[in-house]
């Protein structure tokens, strides 16, 4: 049984990413998200004291804050300037001893390397679409159309834009060899399942809950390209794909449908090895939803999926971010055993 904690006794110090070289609209941005949040943490009684990380040495600015009076809230992707090092971070708290939310850096690590996520899936007889590695100077030996080409180590949609999804060997061969040229890595090669998409939210340790799913609505693009969440989708607002893609919450889904959908999302957050929250990305298809992705340590802007499906279940902003930060209470060495 969980323990319950008053917000009042969590104090928080909320460590974010805040890089020089950012353009000034990003900075605000990201100044902004993190004060909507901050503010919603303090309606409900927490303390928190903001640190944003400036560069890679966090070590050195973490050292004026005692890990046994504070619940670090990780909202950080990385050190500024430094690719690929969400990971890295999250190991800097665990040698420095600081109980932080969400997944660990092992996880974080994991699930940024795509050949290693479907390998789990497929151990663990979990649905996904089929799948090739092809490694940087190799060709692909693929036969399954429509398809759809990924970098093989990256989040967010980096580098996925309609002319991903291809049609012929030779759109394939053109896209694998793109992504090795920008990226310098390995090309994933998915089958596309050309049906119903959802984000699904879970949160919990132990016992894992379903926040209400919500699904892409690709009604208004009428081209199977345009039909996927790229980068620009998710990200930019001026795009077409932004525009045309909306995200219907909850997901209109029947009770059986809702069932399997959460067993085969926590089977999924569970095989990771995910903590305290993640989204998942799925596919159905004859009946099955299929795992496209899963993302410990998911976006948790107030208009991020999770934000929005947290709302929908009734919690507010600051609610939502506090029963994160409950979550990880439960490690600390003192709050948590209290």
């Known amino acids: 049984m969980e323990l319950a904690f008053k917000n009042n006794e969590l104090p928080v110090l909320m460590v974010y990413d805040m890089d020089s070289t950012w353009a000034s609209h990003e900075i605000a941005e990201t100044v902004g998200e993190t004060c909507r949040l901050i503010a919603a943490l303090r309606r409900i009684g927490h303390?928190?004291?903001?640190?944003?990380?400036?560069?890679?040495?966090?070590?050195a600015q973490l050292e004026r804050y005692?890990?046994?009076?504070y619940i670090v809230f990780n909202w950080c992707e990385g050190f500024p300037g430094v690719d690929h090092s969400d990971d890295e971070?999250?190991?800097?708290?665990?040698?420095?001893?600081?109980?932080?939310?969400?997944?660990?850096?092992?996880?974080?690590?994991?699930?940024?390397?795509?050949?290693?996520?479907?390998?789990?899936?497929?151990?663990?007889?979990?649905?996904?679409?089929?799948?090739?590695i092809v490694p940087v100077t190799k060709q692909p030996d693929w036969s399954i159309f429509p398809a759809i080409?990924?970098?093989a180590d990256e989040h967010c949609s980096l580098g996925v834009t309609s002319k991903s999804v291809v049609l012929t060997?030779?759109?394939l061969k053109e896209q694998v060899e793109a992504v090795h040229q920008r990226f310098h890595q390995a090309a994933l090669i998915e089958e596309f399942i050309d049906g119903r998409e959802f984000h699904v939210t879970l949160w919990g340790n132990g016992t894992i809950e379903m926040l209400p799913p919500a699904e892409m609505d690709f009604s208004d693009c009428k081209e199977i390209q345009e039909r996927l969440c790229s980068y620009d989708s998710k990200f930019i607002p001026s795009s077409d794909s932004y525009q045309r893609i909306q995200s219907l919450i909850p997901a209109p889904l029947d009770a059986d449908q809702m069932k399997t959908l959460e067993q085969v999302c926590a089977a999924g957050f569970r095989a990771i090895g995910c903590r305290d929250y993640a989204r998942l990305d799925l596919r159905l298809r004859d009946g099955i939803f299929n795992i496209l992705d899963i993302n410990p340590n998911s976006d948790i802007s107030k208009d991020a999926s999770f934000g929005c499906a947290a709302k929908v279940a009734g919690y507010s902003y600051g609610a939502m971010g506090s029963r994160i930060v409950q979550l990880a209470a439960h490690r600390h060495p003192v709050f948590g055993l209290s």
């Open 47 to 59: 303390s928190v004291v903001p640190l944003p990380v400036t560069d890679a040495n966090l070590a």
């Open 89 to 132: 971070v999250a190991q800097t708290f665990e040698s420095l001893r600081y109980t932080y939310t969400g997944a660990s850096g092992e996880v974080l690590a994991l699930s940024r390397d795509k050949r290693k996520v479907k390998e789990l899936l497929c151990a663990h007889n979990l649905p996904t679409p089929a799948w090739q």
């Open 66 to 69: 005692d890990p046994a009076k």
């Open 149 to 151: 080409v990924k970098p």
């Open 169 to 171: 060997p030779a759109e």
